[in-house]
């Protein structure tokens, strides 16, 4: 199977006074994988419902494959879809919740089934009813169900929220292997940032409505385009800074700039794994608060009265204790501006 492209263009939606989305454009490559991740009520949803028809568009379209589909109803679209909330029939076992809306021969559906749970990996619990199995596993055969179609594109809204953190983990991994067997072209909503950095090919940061930022994971986290993907994706430091040129000083630091900015006063935002702290005795700086976080360890200070975090990971310095002088270093990472 390969994937289609899929275009949202100019995407507009009111609730009465609520602009749920102000002019989206999105455009997904063939078998891409992309996350729209942003802050609840920022329109993920509505833009996943639109593109599956489930939601009327104020202005704007959707096109898959090339062809418009704004109009055209949600069981005509070919599309996959999976929920939050498990969303299998109670009364019906795994292999038939799967089989359910194939329009095959039973005899082919029911292959088409098995051969989708041999690919989620739930061959043996093909006659277990829901209640039988696991928030986790429940998911995996909605998986199933969405793919044995065939759909063009699949749609999945914050499919791994309900479970715990170690089984997200897990069957994030997994969908992102199916995924890229199968090469469907896919969305996946989320609103938890490791999730859509770990799943995506390109992760569309949104904000009030609109795209504020859509490129490869390391991207938005290295280089956010903006403050508030800087904010919303990873932690920052909040720093004043000069600009000159194409650099900002911070704390003595000269940093390059990812957008180009007029010279003056600024607010920096630095993620703390750019900002070192080194025990130095004649330092008048000290740490105000140690935390060991396993695989990495933070600490926070003040500098001139600006609290800093600093992060380092697990082993590499000795502990640093509340009170242990330090001195700050700020490795030269591409810094974003407010
Ligand atoms: P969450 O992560 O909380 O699900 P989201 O980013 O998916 O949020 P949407 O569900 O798309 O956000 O909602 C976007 C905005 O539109 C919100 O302000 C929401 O309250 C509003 N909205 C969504 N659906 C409706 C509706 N049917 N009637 C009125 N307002 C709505």
């Known amino acids: ?14 609730f009465g006074a609520v ?13 891409e994988l992309v996350a729209l991740l942003g802050p609840s009520g920022c329109g993920k949803t509505t833009a996943l419902r639109i593109l599956a028809g489930l939601e009327e568009a104020t202005a704007g379209r959707v096109l898959v494959d090339g062809r418009d589909v704004t109009r055209l109803p949600a069981n005509k679209r070919d599309m996959g879809m999976v929920f939050q909330a ?12 799967v089989e359910f809306g194939l ?10 089934a098995a051969e989708m749970l041999e690919l989620v990996g739930l061959s043996d619990l093909r006659d277990r009813y ?30 791994l929220s309900a ?33 859509a950095l770990a799943i995506a090919d390109r992760v569309g940061v949104m904000r009030a409505g609109r795209l504020e930022q859509l490129a490869t994971p390391s991207e938005v986290y290295l280089r956010p385009a903006t403050a508030f993907v800087a904010d919303f994706v990873g932690l920052s430091n909040r720093l004043p800074g000069t600009v000159t040129g194409d650099t900002v000083e911070v704390l ?18 630095i993620r703390p794994e750019a900002i070192e702290a ?52 700020i490795q030269p990472v591409a810094v974003a501006l407010e």
């Open 278 to 329: 080194v025990p130095d005795p004649d330092s008048t700086v000290k740490v105000l608060t140690s935390s060991f976080l396993g695989s990495l360890s933070r600490v926070t200070v003040s500098v001139d009265d600006h609290l800093v975090v600093a992060q380092v990971p697990s082993g590499r310095l000795p502990d640093l204790p509340p009170g242990t002088p330090v001195r700050i270093t």
């Open 130 to 159: 829901p209640h039988q199995l696991s928030g986790g596993q429940q998911q995996r055969v909605a998986l199933a169900r969405a793919l044995a179609i065939e759909p063009q594109v699949l749609l999945l809204d914050e499919p």
């Open 86 to 97: 498990y969303s299998l029939f109670p009364h019906l076992n795994t292999l038939q919740n």
């Open 1 to 14: 199977m390969t994937g289609v492209a899929v275009h949202l263009d100019g995407l507009r939606r009111t």
């Open 252 to 269: 003595g630091h000269r940093l390059p700039l990812v957008t180009p900015h007029a010279d003056g006063a600024v607010t920096a935002l």
């Open 19 to 31: 602009h749920a989305l102000d002019d989206l454009d999105l455009s997904i490559e063939p078998g």
């Open 163 to 195: 479970l715990d953190a170690k089984v997200r983990v897990q069957l994030r991994d997994e969908i992102r292997r199916i995924q890229t067997e199968v090469g469907t072209t896919t969305l996946f909503v989320t609103h938890d940032q490791e999730e």
């Open 103 to 112: 329009r095959l021969r039973r005899s082919s559906a029911k292959n088409r």
